[in-house]
Structures are given as C-alpha cells and as structure tokens.
C-alpha cells in the first residue's frame, strides 16, 4: 500500500488525498464517517479532501435513500489526471526553456512613437551602468528631437559620467560635433557617408538595444542579455573595420 501511495501522489494527489482515494477503492461506496476511519483522518478534513478529489475527477457521489454515499473512480481518471498535466507542462515547456535560456529573465520589448517617444528612449540610456555603444546619423537626430534636446541629454549623460562610443557618417555636421568628444565624453569614429548611409541610431547599453527610426519617429528598445551581448560584439567588429578604413 505504501508503494501504491507513492506512485498517488507522483501523479499529482496530495498525501492526504491519496490516502482517501486508496481507502474509498478498498471500500467501494462508503460514507465519509467510513472513509475517514479506513484513512485514519478526521471528518472535517475528509469532506474537503472529498471535495477535491470530485473536482479533479477521481471521486463521485451517489445519494441512496436519501444518504450521500462517496466512491472512488477507476484508476484509469487517476492516469488521465497525470497526462492532464503532462500535457499542461508541455504547453509552459516553451516559456520554461526561454526563461532557462536567458537566465530567468524574460526578454522585454518596449515601442515608443512621436519625438517625446524617442526622447524618452534617450533618457532611458542615462540608465547605463557602462560605456553607451552606438551607431548614428547626427543630422538626422537633430531633425527628429532638436540639438536642443541633444545637448541637454548630453550634459545629463556627461554628468552622470557615461562615455559613449559611436561610429556615424562623416558629414558637416558629425564633424562639428566630433570636435567636442573630448569635453562631452565621446569619441566618435568618422566612416564614408557615401558607403554608408545611416538614417537610424542604435544605441546598445546594459542588456538593452535601444533602435531608433528618425524619419518615421519610432523607436523600440529590446531588452535581453543576449541579444546586447550579440550586439556588442557586431559593434566591437564594425569598430575594429572602421579604425582601419579611417
């Protein structure tokens, strides 16, 4: 009776439970006073243990003569219940393994539109614990959010004393705001505007990207571990290459 009692309550009854199922299947109909002395357990507890068992299918009652009898269902409701949830952890299974593959921390994604939107993604860098890794169009961000907004962010981020490192097109504008890396705690890296061609910014800091869309005035910031990581090592390539083309 032991073994049977394991194998109850690895299928999903509690010990309490699966004392009262083994009891009613020894018993066949029974009272609950008859239940609760075959399962050694008080009245109270076997009528909420009952109650349960109904509830997951493994127990019924009969009312004979106006007396309320309980009987344990076959054994095959008790394989069913096992399955059951089987098949409830193959549902979570995706889930569990996402969790398990980023270090129980679920990847966020956050959409922001309009120049406040993209605004509020600047700030939310502030909240970097390192170096700002970034690739950007300097004319562009100015058009989006104003060199206004830009140099009140910067001040902020220098503040804060978070260096930044960028890779933007060489054009008038990304050459008058390199001129400042020094005091603004930057060092940008100049690459052929003609080559390439930016209309966005990307910022990677702490596990998040940050994506910006200047012209559409969009933006979205991914948070997760590995795709930063992913990133930062695209960034560090692109570094490497843009150093030597410079």
Same mark, same amino acid.
């Given at each position: 009776?032991?073994?049977?009692?394991?194998?109850?309550?690895?299928?999903?009854?509690?010990?309490?439970?699966?004392?009262?199922?083994?009891?009613?299947?020894?018993?066949?109909?029974?009272?609950?006073?008859?239940?609760?002395?075959?399962?050694?357990?008080? !009245?109270?507890?076997?009528?909420?243990?009952?109650?349960?068992?109904?509830?997951?299918?493994?127990?019924?009652?009969?009312? $004979?003569? $106006?007396?309320?009898?309980?009987?344990?269902?076959?054994?095959?409701?008790?394989?069913?219940?096992?399955?059951? !949830?089987?098949?409830?952890?193959?549902?979570?299974?995706?889930?569990?393994?996402?969790?398990?593959?980023?270090?129980?921390?679920?990847?966020?994604? !956050?959409?922001?539109?309009?120049?406040?939107?993209?605004?509020?993604?600047?700030?939310? /860098?502030?909240?970097? $614990?390192?170096?700002?890794?970034?690739?950007?169009?300097?004319?562009?961000?100015?058009?989006?959010?104003?060199?206004?907004?830009?140099?009140?962010?910067?001040?902020? !981020?220098?503040?804060?004393?978070?260096?930044?490192?960028?890779?933007?097109?060489?054009?008038?504008?990304?050459?008058?705001?390199?001129?400042?890396?020094?005091?603004?705690?930057?060092?940008?890296?100049?690459?052929?505007?003609?080559?390439?061609?930016?209309?966005?910014?990307?910022?990677?800091?702490?596990? $998040?990207?940050?994506?910006?869309?200047?012209?559409?005035?969009?933006?979205?910031?991914?948070?997760?571990?590995?795709?930063?990581? /992913?990133?930062?090592?695209?960034?560090?390539?692109?570094?490497?290459?843009?150093?030597?083309?410079?």
């Amino acid at each position: 009776m032991s073994n049977l009692h394991s194998l109850l309550t690895s299928s999903g009854l509690s010990e309490k439970e699966a004392q009262v199922y083994l009891a009613g299947i020894e018993l066949g109909e029974a009272s609950i006073q008859r239940l609760a002395e075959q399962a050694d357990l008080k !009245r109270p507890t076997v009528y909420d243990i009952v109650a349960s068992l109904e509830k997951k299918g493994v127990f019924s009652m009969v009312t $004979k003569k $106006k007396k309320r009898y309980f009987l344990a269902e076959d054994p095959e409701n008790v394989l069913a219940l096992l399955k059951a !949830r089987q098949h409830a952890f193959l549902e979570a299974l995706p889930e569990l393994k996402l969790l398990f593959q980023t270090g129980g921390k679920k990847p966020r994604v !956050r959409f922001y539109e309009g120049v406040e939107g993209l605004k509020a993604m600047y700030w939310d /860098t502030l909240e970097s $614990k390192g170096v700002v890794l970034a690739y950007g169009a300097i004319t562009e961000m100015w058009e989006a959010v104003s060199q206004e907004f830009i140099k009140d962010y910067v001040r902020e !981020r220098v503040k804060r004393k978070i260096f930044m490192r960028g890779i933007v097109p060489a054009t008038h504008d990304s050459q008058e705001y390199a001129r400042r890396d020094k005091q603004e705690m930057r060092h940008l890296l100049l690459v052929s505007a003609a080559k390439f061609v930016f209309q966005n910014e990307i910022n990677i800091y702490n596990d $998040k990207v940050a994506i910006f869309s200047f012209p559409e005035k969009i933006g979205v910031i991914i948070e997760s571990q590995k795709i930063a990581e /992913t990133q930062r090592a695209i960034f560090e390539l692109a570094w490497l290459g843009a150093l030597q083309a410079t």
